[in-house]
């Protein structure tokens, strides 16, 4: 175990400064500076400028410049909004953002868990059908079609629950939690009931059932753990995908989270914003890719006994 | 067992599914639509009705009008052939790249093996929608670039796929006899390698169309993708979700169009992976 995660971290650092360093180059590819945008300025003032954010050297001694400022968890300031740095714009962001995908994550797992391990229990009964159709919903309708219509079903026709904002009014998280764990909610009711499916006709299961456990003990205590495993891995790669849920549904809601900040970066061409929160992004990704590797494996008695 | 039995077979399962066979009527519909667009579409999808605005369903307009009182089935239709060419072409993309990287690794084995894969696992754990919007925000919002980078992307599972496929099939006498009449690398992978392993690669780049698809909706509903006067479907949701509050018309039949096609991809693909490789359906 222990030797399979210090592998998977010395794989990830090399991954990593290859992330930031292309991003880096890539940016230095883009037309135009960062100051000639909305209202050209006098070159004195350019000069200047350039000076202050230290444009003016080499690509190479800038690169220089910015990795070892990385190193420091430094990324520089934005330069968009003067006099705030992209490492305090992420800090303010990060945490409603956190805040927006935990609550996701926990709706997806509670509706995705409970009616996948259901649907695989009752199978081809009408509580399998049911969720599966739902499920079958949830992964095409995409979550910048859902986000709106729930806002148009609950928050404009019904006017139960408010239409955007994040902690101001009560009620108003529950809309984008639901938005963006509805779409993880449908993968893992499948991945659960396919997980579960081939897990409960497996001897241990029968052993157990011989043995005299409760059906619930079996369906607990020894299917879920095997039958879970799919889900524990998609887990990783999931993150990813919360992300990119996250640009859209604090875009519908006008949520102060990360991934707004990301898509306004974009926008304006906030270059050193772009760059760090890509940096930042990929870091995170693989922190969590390996966390849910390792977490399917500690799952899995076999690997966890071989190594 | 040859070939053609094979493709039968699957034909034949495949018609015995009511969902997929729905799925393909409602594809193949959405081509002709898309593809016809210009004779069928009741207006232009510029032209605008000034006197009327946005204007709710009614018999003139049959889904009515926009803000700017262009109709919106024809821009629907019209729509349908961005949607449509994004989600074909970057799978096009896809595709090309993900069934060479996994012949070559596959085939060659050892080492070249590795480090390609290797490169895969590294790849897919990065956050590559990010790196779409870097490169749609560096070198302008194109649509080929569009094409390319959804593609560049989307590659990675069509390489495991058939790369395993390839590990399968190496060690196989018609492989070996082929290998022992010293037949070339390359027409190794294309007479040899290739007719063996397509209705994997069919199934799953039937698949992949639909994630395209949800990727460029995605992008353009963010403002990133498709740039207008052109509209694809994620632009003319996005333009719906601006105006819903009053205009929910405008929201809601370019989303209803979206997804069932989303729906018809997917039961089409699911359904052609039962028909070519019936092990896996566990129904």
Redesign the interface.
């Known amino acids: 175990m222990l030797s399979i995660f210090f592998r998977r971290i010395f ?1 990830a650092i090399p ?1 990593l400064f290859a ?1 930031a360093s292309i ?1 880096f180059f ?2 230095k ?3 135009g500076g960062p100051f000639d945008a909305d209202k050209a300025v006098s070159p004195q003032v350019l000069k200047n400028l350039n000076e202050a954010y230290n444009l003016d050297a080499s690509n190479w001694e800038q690169y220089v410049d910015y990795m070892s400022n990385l190193l420091r968890g430094d990324l520089g300031p934005s330069f968009r909004f003067p006099g705030r740095s992209v490492t305090e714009m992420i800090t303010t962001g990060l945490p409603v953002t956190f805040e927006l995908a935990f609550y996701a994550i926990l709706i997806a797992l509670l509706m995705g868990v409970f009616s996948g391990v259901l649907a695989a229990l009752k199978r ?1 009964t009408f509580l399998d059908f049911i969720p599966m159709a739902i499920a ?1 919903i949830g ?7 859902m986000g ?2 729930l ?2 079903v609950f928050g ?1 026709n019904l006017e139960v629950l408010p239409v955007s904002g994040w902690g101001q009014l009560p009620g108003d998280k529950i809309l984008p939690s639901l938005t963006l764990g509805f779409a993880y909610a449908a993968y893992i009711a499948r991945l659960s009931r ?1 997980g579960m ?1 081939e897990v409960l006709n497996q001897d241990f299961i029968r052993t157990a059932r011989a043995k005299g456990l409760t059906e619930r003990m079996v369906v607990i205590k020894h299917a879920m753990q095997g039958g879970l495993i799919p889900v524990v891995s998609f887990l990783g ?1 999931a993150i ?1 995908g919360l ?2 849920g996250s ?2 549904v604090e ?2 809601f006008q949520i102060p989270g990360l991934g707004r900040f ?2 306004e970066a ?2 304006n ?1 906030d270059y050193t914003m ?1 760059l760090g ?2 940096i930042f ?2 870091a995170m ?2 922190f969590f ?1 390996l966390l849910s590797d390792l977490a399917a494996l500690w799952l899995n008695p076999r690997s966890r006994d071989s190594s | 067992m040859n070939n053609n039995s094979l493709w039968s077979d699957a034909l034949y399962r495949l018609s015995r599914n009511r969902a997929a066979m729905f799925g393909g009527f409602i594809l193949i519909l959405l081509i002709f639509c898309a593809a016809l667009a210009p004779w069928i579409a009741p207006y232009s999808y510029s032209y605008q009705d000034l006197n009327l605005g946005a204007s709710p369903p009614s018999g003139e307009h049959l889904l009515g009008t926009d803000i700017l009182g262009r109709d919106l089935l024809s821009r629907i239709l019209y729509g349908a052939r961005i949607s449509l060419l994004v989600g074909f072409v970057a799978t096009g993309v896809a595709l090309v790249i993900g069934v060479s990287w996994g012949i070559i690794a596959g085939y060659m084995g050892g080492r070249v093996d590795s480090i390609m894969m290797r490169i895969v696992d ?1 790849l ?8 779409i ?7 302008g919002r194109n649509l080929w670039l569009l094409f390319g980078a959804i593609g560049a992307v989307e590659w990675l599972t069509m390489a495991r796929i058939v790369r395993g496929q390839v590990i399968g099939l190496k060690n196989q006498e018609f492989v070996l006899a082929a290998q022992a009449m010293g037949v070339s690398n390359f027409s190794m992978f294309r007479r040899h390698l290739l007719p063996n392993i397509l209705g994997p690669i069919a199934v799953y780049a039937t698949l992949t169309i ?1 994630q395209v698809m ?1 990727l460029e ?2 992008l353009s ?4 993708g498709i740039q207008p006067p052109m509209s694809s479907w ?1 632009t003319l ?2 333009d ?2 601006e105006s ?2 009053e205009y ?1 018309w405008l ?1 809601i039949y370019p ?1 209803i169009t ?2 069932i096609t ?2 018809a991809l ?1 039961f089409f693909g699911d359904g052609l992976r039962d028909a070519l490789d019936p092990k896996t359906s ?2």
């Open positions: 794989l991954v992330v991003t890539l940016i590819l883009a037309p081809n079958m992964i095409c309708v995409p979550t910048f079609l709106p219509l806002v148009l404009i396919g499916l790669p990813a992300l990119a640009f859209v875009t519908i990301y898509v974009a926008f061409r772009i929160t890509t992004f990929s990704i693989v890719n | 590294v897919y754990g990065l956050p590559f929608i990010i790196f919007i870097l490169l749609m925000v560096i070198f639909p949800l909706g995605f509903f963010l403002g990133l994620g949701i996005k719906g979700v819903m509050e929910s929201l989303g979206f997804t989303l729906f997917n566990d129904n």
